[in-house]
């Protein structure tokens, strides 16, 4: 059972445009949800993150929304570049517990 | 710093071997995590530890895989005997303090093939 849902396993994005990845969530003891980023042959790297208190948490070029009705988060890049392209994890965690549940990830294509 | 540090960093062996798949976190984390990466599954969270101690195993597929941590250093995780299905990318990670939201810093994996 999929606590934590990535639907789209890849996007395609012309350089400059907004990339927009989807996560979908069940759980509704999930707090935390993050966003980790991976190139080929390398280990994710953090990425951004939310907490439950905020619906919106912006850094540079990537915004994270949090649509908790919803149980729905989706990362934002504008605008994006041909460097943006990887796989995108989400993850959810609740408070007090140490696991991060990981979606199946989207590779994100920027077309130069 | 290094990073997390995993080796190999491929590893090709046959149905029925051992295989050893090893970890050195970050100097300071006192939390180690092991994951698998499967195209179906995403990163599945195998065994935590904590202070070298493991909390929680929950996520060891079967008896034949088994994971240890005998000092702050270093991690080994076992598979014994391999199966084809076990064929994934195995990443490392460790952490802070847990439960305070902190960033977990993956190695670059360990791409396995069991023939």
């Known amino acids: 059972d999929q606590q934590v849902k990535q639907n789209s396993p890849s996007l395609s994005v012309q350089e400059g445009r907004i990339s927009i990845l989807n996560c979908d969530y069940t759980n509704s003891m999930f707090d935390y949800f993050l966003w980790y980023k991976k190139y080929p042959a390398e280990g994710p790297t953090f990425l951004i993150s939310?907490?439950?208190?905020?619906d919106k948490n912006e850094d540079g070029r990537f915004t994270v929304f949090l649509n908790k009705s919803a149980k729905h988060l989706s990362l934002h890049i504008v605008p994006s570049q041909p460097g943006d392209s990887a796989v995108y994890f989400c993850a959810a965690s609740a408070s007090g517990t140490y696991k991060y549940i990981f979606g199946t990830g989207t590779r994100l294509k920027v077309l130069a | 710093d290094a990073g997390v540090i995993q080796s190999p960093r491929h590893e090709v062996t046959e149905m029925g071997q051992e295989v050893t798949l090893r970890c050195k976190p970050i100097s300071g984390h006192n939390s180690l995590f092991w994951y698998r990466q499967t195209m179906m599954r995403g990163l599945e969270l195998l065994i935590y530890?904590?202070?070298?101690?493991?909390?929680?195993d929950s996520g060891m597929p079967e008896d034949r895989f088994s994971a240890k941590m005998p000092n702050a250093s270093f991690s080994t995780l076992k598979i014994q005997p391999s199966e084809p299905r076990d064929s994934a990318v195995y990443f490392c990670?460790?952490?802070?303090?847990?439960?305070?939201?902190?960033?977990?810093?993956f190695g670059p994996g360990t791409r396995l093939t069991v023939l």
């Open positions: 530890f904590n202070n070298n101690v493991p909390i929680d």
């Open positions: 939310i907490s439950s208190i905020k």
């Open positions: 990670a460790s952490s802070g303090l847990v439960g305070l939201y902190n960033e977990q810093f």
